[in-house]
């Protein structure tokens, strides 16, 4: 009973930490009521248990209890909202003070760096967790497109890799634990790589692929291993397939045409090695079962809820490409349209304040809809804790 006292008391004091009256009203009760619920979920030892991203998926009850806490205890449905948000910065993004603002703003829950010195990148990483700290408001994610073929493009500084149409299976291991360590030092948490497309689309995806179908599952596999390994969120990209289309989602949209079959075996492997992200992409898929009848599968419902997370059983995060591509920028609403579609994480959206609230109005007349929201913001917290971001 020691050990579970000192233990309820470890996490109010991280949770009341900001010193909010009204997060002072309701922890006191709520810690009650853990007290209950811990003792029957047994497996209490010295201290807290320390959790690995290896914890995310499995069914864990004393997890499940620390993110419905740390949930309850976001004071605003924006606030909430605010997590699936994630924010551009980097040298090829929105300037370094803009992104700072969304931050102070509490209107993201994440950050994509693209663009810039490894120097850079660390130390824009270190202001804005001094943000956070400064706010009490949960830790980002933090990302980077590190993938083998564009590593030194993406991050000044860092060693050329291979392209992913040469690496073997011998040296995959390797290349994705030397990137994760790489990454990692700098301070991000989160990588959008591999790329699991065919390699047909030479204008935009080429050598950036493994390979055929074998060779993709082949490699994809052992460098998400590596890569959440070191405690980074590895993302398989860009469902349901970019490799066979013609042309650049940056600059339109793009179609898959014919059968899909092989892309969903792709993509359905990871998912059963444990993929703790998959991004989708902008991609019209022309017709048969999968057909998104003209949408990009980022804002079908089809794609991201019924086939990815229904039909493939994908309990992870499910982040869009970025939404200032031309193959979405130009709809109406798109970013809320990829909220509505089943998306956890929107990737770059044009103006953060104005999805949030657009989300938070339609939470209000709509209660499945909040309802979603509030389990992908769910997934976001419970990620995080595994990160071992939300110190316990």
């Known amino acids: 009973m020691k050990k579970l006292i000192i233990f309820i008391l470890t996490l109010n004091l991280y949770l009341l930490s900001c010193g909010k009256e009204e997060r002072r009203t309701t922890g006191d009760s709520d810690s009650t009521k853990k007290k209950d619920k811990i003792e029957s979920a047994g497996d209490i030892s010295d201290k807290p248990k320390e959790y690995s991203l290896n914890d ?30 994630v924010t551009f910065g980097g040298k090829s993004g929105k300037p370094d003070a803009y992104v700072k603002k969304v931050i102070k703003e509490k209107k993201a829950g994440g950050v994509i760096l693209l663009g810039g010195t490894r ?3 660390k130390e824009m990483i270190s202001s804005l967790n001094k943000i956070i700290d400064s706010l009490c408001y949960l830790p980002l994610l933090h990302m980077t497109d590190a993938e083998p073929s564009l590593l030194s493009k993406k991050i000044g500084g860092l060693p050329d890799f291979k392209s992913a149409s040469a690496i073997t299976k011998s040296e995959i291991s390797g290349i994705a634990e030397n990137i994760s360590l790489l990454i990692k030092e700098i301070g991000f948490n989160m990588n959008l790589a591999p790329v699991c497309d065919f390699p047909d689309n030479k204008e935009i995806i080429g050598k950036r692929s493994f390979g055929n179908k074998t060779r993709i599952i082949e490699l994809a596999v052992p460098f998400i291993r ?12 860009h469902f349901p397939g970019h490799g066979k289309v013609k042309g650049d989602s940056h600059k339109g949209l793009v179609y898959l045409e014919n059968n899909i079959d092989e892309e969903i075996q792709v993509f359905k492997s990871v998912i059963n090695e444990g993929v703790m992200s998959i991004m989708v992409g902008h991609i019209a898929v022309k017709e048969g079962k999968y057909s998104t009848e003209g949408l990009p599968a980022t804002l079908s419902k089809k794609i991201v809820t019924d086939v990815l997370k229904g039909e493939l059983e994908f309990k992870g995060l499910v982040i869009t490409d970025a939404m200032n591509m031309e193959a979405v920028s130009k709809r109406t609403k798109p970013s809320l349209n990829a909220v509505i579609a089943g998306n956890d994480l929107i990737l770059a959206p044009s103006d953060e304040g104005m999805l949030i609230s657009s989300v938070v109005e339609k939470m209000e007349t709509d209660e499945t809809f909040k309802q979603n929201i509030y389990k992908s913001v769910k997934k976001i917290i419970r990620i995080k804790i595994c990160l071992g971001l939300i110190k316990i």
């Open 119 to 121: 120097e850079y990148m």
């Open 56 to 85: 995310f998926l499995k069914k864990d009850r004393l997890l499940d209890e620390l993110t419905e806490k740390i949930f309850r205890n976001l004071v605003s449905d924006e606030e909430k909202v605010a997590q699936m948000v």
């Open 226 to 237: 590596e890569t959440q390994k070191e405690n980074i969120i590895a993302t398989a990209k």
